[in-house]
């Protein structure tokens, strides 16, 4: 259960597909569309950083030059799957090695045939190498023509991003030439560079068609009957990001592989130390097992392996959804993998948060608040990029306004929590005292300035927020907004107090850097201790203020459906009654499980779960509600919502696989499998796991790393 | 003085320069960039009618795939004005045949030295086809080489309209080979197609360079010091909306010229007949000469002659201005020089409108009145295209509105008054039963049912309307408006019973058509009669409700100045004073010349005059103004004003021509040598002519058709 597999080729799902078959490095992915192009695909390659700018979305990434096109020609006529005859179709990702592979046996529209194999992958060995390799078994004589090219002409959904800048060919003594292309963006203005070698069984003489933005090598190679041809492509991309001179960078780079056998080994090696690293294995379900390998893969090609000033977009790097913008999903949907398997990337995302510490801290400002108020959606910068107003499509004359990036202040607290967690996983004291610690204090100075006093309460709240279910916007005292906020105050307490204790030095440093004296510390803990939250006796909490006072609706009413609740019940109307987009008490009593008791999570868990819309609310949802089912220990529930997640994307069940893979879901996969079933649970006390397995599961194993030493789990099924 | 020249380049200003070196033959039109590029160009084909979506301005003419492309290589180095030396540089646009013509020396960084000439027209006999041809003289020995693409890979400033179909090479026996390219609109789905073929002085034997969506015909020959080479490039475009087969079309078209001179001496022929119909001098005043010559053209190449269903963008097909949605500069601007040289072009335009009467309705309907409201921004269908929402330049995240789609309603009677003036210089009745007559009732009918009736004036008027004044929006009564529904109203009148007595049938078919009785016709006089107008016992009238009530202005205060009044004051506040983007009473004064007596004019020019912005308000007014100002007898400050709107091209005095030709002072320009200086004025009863020349003209002539016969008028100056 290693390989996401297609054995037919349907135009209609090619986006779908493009997305599942994305591949990447860490530094750039590519998605899995034709080398020959498609009618309508979207081809992309997304390299992190590398946003530009973009009406009303404000900065997207920029769907970089294509790196792919690989055009065969068998007797002249040019290889699509648009023209001639199909007889088998069959496209495999090994997921063990990143490598894709494309089987193709096609007759042209003359009655030539071939079966044509496309393999390509995306170097962890050498992050700005991309290889490709192209073998043609001919059932005819004559010749095929391979014209490799590079093309700056690419678009974001129909905007363009890129200038071209120059091109080259280089002849390079005792090896094969090299093409460079050079590019730049738009308005950022960031150089690009790639450079183009082809590698043949013999060596090769091509020819170069020196047309502007579209540099293309041409080799031409006699065929016979059942004699394989064929052609390998390296790549190599480079940005300003880099260096300061990525032409020189990239011609370099691409010169460095020797073959294609001896460049594959490498990646086979170095993907190898990563699985080693992170393997979960589900015996007795192959749709599992595959679903959550295909998960932590997608994660770890988005993920960046050498560079602190990026982040992973919603949509990671393989679609255009949400343009690139990073959400909370990073944190708390997708870090705790890399937190439990590769910390070293976890940091990296996490210092992201910090090296845009300044733009949070300029929108706190600007809203009249102090600390840090992180964007809802970041780009580049760390500034607000939520869109604000959009064009209302159904009126033109008027206007929707969008509200996540003024209300959703629970992204700050969650930052916080992923610090403290990759703190408790790790035990990194010098990075929590570097970076760490700064964040958890300016979100809680935040949360602490942005808290309003309740007079008729006598007790601290949030009034007009939106939580994670955003079918309920402007609401006041958001149970989740309220835990997590509380949370985040009595945390910075507790972490001020062991670096007073334990790094005195470093502590007072670091306090009079930000200008944090006793008081404010003592506030912090007063606002802490007098958060409002409304919790009945049973130990269920309100959502928000007057929510058990909206509308309540039997969701099986409205069975079968194909629609969110959101649409059924229109935007304005969905926010009057009791449906939740996705868990949002329980999502808290999750991450905060210490703080509750069993009978509490068991109240909010059998009120709030009928009143989501688990099938067409958010995709954040089900793998959350999956955990939260286990925790109640209805391991078979579980899996319902478990699967849900599962084939978000494999499946395309919401039909919007398309814009990019789920990251958020990808993230809450592997949570469900390792916190959920696995039971999971790290403290400061150590770890403890809780197996609550499907009953058709026959084996669970997976492996983290606590405090440096890698922890292997595995359970056997009932 | 028929030579637009330049003698030198400068890149800062490439983007004037390729506006006002813009060739076309009413089919498409090409902006004057360079056939090997720039960096940083704008180059740019708009084909009338190709229209694609886009946000925010919901539809734009698409840069359609770019037929310049031709690269010249000596000895194997890429001539480009971006590296090597350039010796000497010329350009001239030949007004009498719309030969654009570029001379340069130039030597390559090798060293390699040689004088090209590049010369290209858009075709007047074949308005599918494109010529263009580069002649080189090499001061060395060795080779030149010729590259000639098409290039599908075009945007409009950002935006992507164009899906690559498909391209191929032709062998054509007995002649040079021909390569087409085939494209659609992206969400239009209009399919162009264009076909490209190279003749030189001896058979050819090119090269092709199968890139897709850049195909790519490459021609190698012999170079010899003192010893010129040429080649000629013959590209034909056509569209689905010409055409079933426009494949088929643009090959069959691209192989009928025999060669550069034949192709040449028909482009003579063609325009001789259109300048022959047109032509005026002006002896003593080589500047203005030019100019008028130059407004000419650029109108004439950017008139439909064979399309009805499609109108004259603001910014002609010149520039990526205005996305090409026509205003009512068409109407009451550019339309009067070809209703009075080149009715068949006028009809044309006004068919335009009469194929989108239903667009008008919907408009009218839709905001709860009758008849026919016509788009304030039109485009392919004639629905409003108007921007409601546009991003605030100045805080991104801002959209502010724009009203002129919801007030500016006197585009209605603009229209009505284009087609009454039609009539009355052509005689042309059978059009006017045609067309012309429903036009003017809709547009009454619209009128009429706008009108509220206000108790307290007891009478009608229009509240919440923008004037031609655009700096003041959301007024009530604005006497442009109110005097053009009232000139609408009774001539609508006049236009039934002309019909009634004269064509009694067509008559009665029409109204049974429109539902139109005589209560309803009575009705329209009702009003008309009633129409508010505020006027002072000398004759001035007043802007709008209140106008004399606003801050007054002395403007000579703010003076030396180099923006306009709108952005001194701010958009806002700039509707708070007594300060006119362009002449608004002074406008419909010109237009109903007839209804004032020559003490009101007077009284009118000389409070308006001094409160609007002639320099950096409307591009529209410098040449309405001087039209009055020779009404009043003022011909040299006529001629200050004329000179603005002369200049606003060719000096590109407003810095924006970058954007495209003004093509409303383009027409103005016209107006003003034929209105204004000549004095022209067209009623029932015949023709008259009043000249108020400047001082130093020498003789103007003019020439224009009267009922079908030419008229030519001289005057010799003072």
Chains 1, 2 share one sequence.
């Not at 993920?303 to 990026?310: F, G, L, Q, S």
């Not at 990251?663 to 400061?684: P, T």
Request: with cysteine; glycine share 6%.
């Amino acid at each position: 259960m290693w390989i996401v597999n297609e054995t037919n080729f349907t135009p209609s799902s090619q986006h779908h597909k493009e997305t599942i078959f994305t591949i990447g490095n860490g530094y750039l992915s590519t998605r899995g569309a034709l080398e020959e192009g498609f009618p309508g695909d979207r081809r992309a390659t997304f390299v992190h950083g590398v946003f530009d700018d973009v009406p009303v979305s404000v900065t997207e990434l920029a769907n970089a030059p294509d790196w792919l096109p690989l055009h065969v020609f068998l007797n002249g006529e040019r290889f699509s799957l648009a023209t001639g005859q199909l007889h088998s179709f069959e496209r495999d990702l090994d997921l063990r090695s990143g490598l894709l592979t494309r089987r193709v046996r096609w007759t042209s529209p003359q009655g030539c045939t071939a079966t044509l194999v496309f393999e390509r992958f995306a170097s962890l060995e050498d992050e700005h190498l991309l290889c490709l390799r192209c073998q043609v078994l001919p059932e005819f004589d004559g010749s095929v023509e391979f014209r490799a090219s590079l093309n700056v002409n690419m678009d974001n959904e129909g905007i363009v991003h890129w200038t071209h800048i120059d091109q080259r060919f280089h002849e390079v003594s005792g090896a094969e030439p090299v093409v460079h292309l050079s590019s730049r963006t738009r308005n950022s203005g960031i150089h690009l560079a790639m450079a183009m070698r082809l590698v043949g069984a013999a060596p090769l003489q091509p020819e170069f068609w020196d047309v502007p933005g579209v540099p293309t090598l041409c080799v031409s190679l006699p065929a016979s009957r059942g004699n394989a041809v064929e052609i390998t492509k390296f790549v190599a991309v480079t940005t300003a990001r880099d260096t300061t001179q990525p032409v020189e960078m990239a011609l370099e780079r691409v010169t460095l592989p020797a073959n294609w056998d001896q460049a594959l080994h490498a990646q086979h090696q170095a993907w190898q130390q990563i699985w080693d690293r992170m393997e979960v294995t589900i015996e007795g379900d192959d749709e599992a097992q595959l679903a959550v390998r295909f998960s932590m893969f997608q994660l770890q090609v988005a993920a960046p392996r050498h560079d602190n000033r990026v982040n992973i977009g919603a949509k990671t790097l393989s679609g255009f959804g949400y343009h690139g913008h990073a959400f909370w999903d990073t944190e708390i949907f997708m870090l705790p993998l890399f937190t439990c398997t590769s910390p070293r990337i976890a940091r990296n995302l996490l210092e992201y948060r910090y090296l845009t510490l300044d733009a949070a801290r300029a929108k706190a400002k600007e809203a009249g608040f102090r600390g840090a108020w992180f964007a809802w959606e970041s780009a580049d910068s760390g500034a607000e990029v939520t869109p604000t107003w959009v064009p209302d499509f159904r009126d033109r004359k008027k206007l929707a306004r969008v509200w996540t990036g003024d209300l959703a202040i629970h992204i700050s607290a969650d930052i916080a929590y992923a610090v403290r967690q990759y703190w408790l996983v790790t035990g990194d004291d010098d990075w929590m005292i570097a970076c760490g610690a700064e964040l958890i204090f300016e979100t809680a100075r935040f949360f602490a300035s942005r808290a309003g006093w309740d007079e008729s309460r006598n007790a601290y709240g949030y009034k007009d927020v939106l939580g994670p279910d955003e079918y309920h916007d402007h609401v006041d005292n958001n149970a989740y907004t309220n835990l997590l906020a509380r949370w985040n105050l009595t945390t910075a307490g507790q972490v001020a107090e062991w670096m007073q204790s334990s790094h005195p030095h470093k502590a007072s440093v670091l306090f009079a850097k930000l200008g944090l004296e006793e008081d404010e510390f003592r506030h912090w803990q007063h606002v802490a201790a007098n958060i409002f939250l409304h919790v009945r006796s049973n130990g269920l909490i309100e959502q928000f203020d007057h929510f058990f006072e909206r509308t309540d609706v039997n969701l099986e009413d409205y069975e079968p459906r194909s629609r969110s609740m959101h649409v059924i019940f229109g935007i304005q109307a969905a926010n009057e009654y009791q449906v939740l987009k996705q868990p949002d008490v329980l999502m808290a009593q999750y991450l905060l499980h210490d703080a509750f008791s069993a009978a509490s999570i068991q109240a909010n868990y059998d009120y709030y779960t009928p009143r989501t819309d688990h099938t067409y609310g958010s995709s954040l949802g089900p793998s959350i509600q999956a955990i939260i089912a286990c925790m109640v220990n209805k391991p078979e529930e579980a899996y319902e919502h478990f699967m849900r997640a599962a084939r978000a994307d494999l499946r395309d069940e919401r039909s919007n696989a398309g814009d990019g893979i789920h990251g958020a879901s990808a993230g809450g996969v592997w949570q469900a499998v390792v916190f959920g079933f696995g039971g999971l649970r790290v403290s400061e006390n150590g770890w403890t796991t809780q197996p609550r397995l499907p009953a058709h599961w026959k084996r669970l194993t997976f492996r983290f790393f606590h405090r440096g030493r890698q922890q292997v789990v595995t359970f056997p099924g009932k």
